[in-house]
């Protein structure tokens, strides 16, 4: 038997504070689920962690969410509790994300287990190897609350069974496309010295830019005035480049500043500073060796 369940959407409508209130179907056991779903984050950035805690505990008040760092951390914990589903980075310490998910469904009471990578490595050779291992969905940060949600509500209502090949292809033609028209439109030099290339991924937006300083903590990046800038605390991803095009390192965070490089309002080029939130050692070190090359 299927209820009918109400969802309450929070929107802020000019002419109305009430929000949105949309029907959504769900069987019996979804129902059930929902309101006590047990929930595993797994990623060595702790600030993507309490994030996803808070959308999380937002969307499903029942829920209960548990953080881990790094797989190893993720392993344990999945041998003492039994969780409804998985939301897990790939890049980090001592057990990666792909290693975990292989691990899982390796596990008699975890064969068939929700599990989505949340991860900036959304190249087609990664999603591939994810889908090969047995992964249910595929999340690209940066991400939004309601992109997480709906996930989440497609896996428990069972209308998930993992991506295809065919929308493997989909997304990889469009990032590569997206990437494209970001360099096309960044290839106006300034007189900045630039310390390294980088892509700025912030919500939808691939966005080229200059390095004008980084550390281990972030990184100041210059960007050209189109109109569309990213928002204060969204999240972000940073594709490190050297000069030559050598990729060094893709680093998660948030838009700590942004500020116009002239006093005028149509000025043609922006600051955007990025606080960095992964700890992964091996990553921290790759990164200083580029910086103290740079210096």
């Not at 949309?22 to 309101?35: A, G, H, K, Q, T």
């Not at 490595?121 to 992964?135: D, F, N, P, S």
């Not at 050297?242 to 390192?249: D, M, N, R």
Request: hydrophobic share 40%; with cysteine; glycine share 4%.
């Amino acid at each position: 038997m299927d209820f009918f369940r109400y969802d309450v959407v929070k929107r802020t409508i000019a002419f109305d504070a009430h929000p949105w209130v949309l029907p959504v179907f769900y069987s019996e056991r979804s129902i059930v689920l929902m309101n006590s779903l047990s929930v595993l984050v797994v990623d060595d950035a702790k600030f993507i962690c309490e994030l996803v805690t808070k959308i999380v505990k937002n969307s499903f008040p029942g829920s209960t969410v548990t953080a881990a760092y790094h797989g190893q951390e993720a392993q344990s914990l999945m041998k003492q509790a039994k969780f409804d589903l998985i939301l897990c980075d790939w890049e980090m310490p001592k057990m990666s994300g792909l290693e975990l998910l292989t691990w899982t469904r390796q596990q008699p009471s975890y064969q068939t287990t929700p599990f989505v990578m949340v991860t900036s490595r959304g190249e087609r050779e990664y999603v591939l190897k994810a889908i090969q291992a047995g992964v249910n969905d595929y999340l690209g940060k940066p991400f939004t609350a309601e992109q997480l949600t709906q996930k989440m509500n497609k896996l428990l209502s069972g209308e998930t069974r993992g991506p295809s090949a065919r929308k493997v292809d989909q997304a990889a033609q469009t990032l590569s496309k997206a990437q494209e028209t970001a360099a096309q439109a960044a290839t106006q030099k300034t007189s900045l010295k630039a310390k390294g290339l980088a892509q700025l991924r912030v919500r939808d937006q691939v966005i080229k830019c200059a390095i004008k300083d980084l550390s281990l903590r972030d990184v100041l990046v210059v960007i050209k005035n189109e109109g569309v800038f990213p928002t204060i605390l969204d999240q972000a991803v940073v594709d490190i480049e050297q000069l030559s095009g050598g990729s060094v390192a893709r680093v998660n965070g948030f838009i700590e500043r942004i500020e116009a490089l002239e006093r005028k309002v149509d000025a043609a080029f922006i600051h955007v500073k990025v606080a960095f939130v992964d700890d992964d050692p091996e990553k921290m070190e790759h990164l200083s060796r580029y910086i103290a090359s740079v210096r």
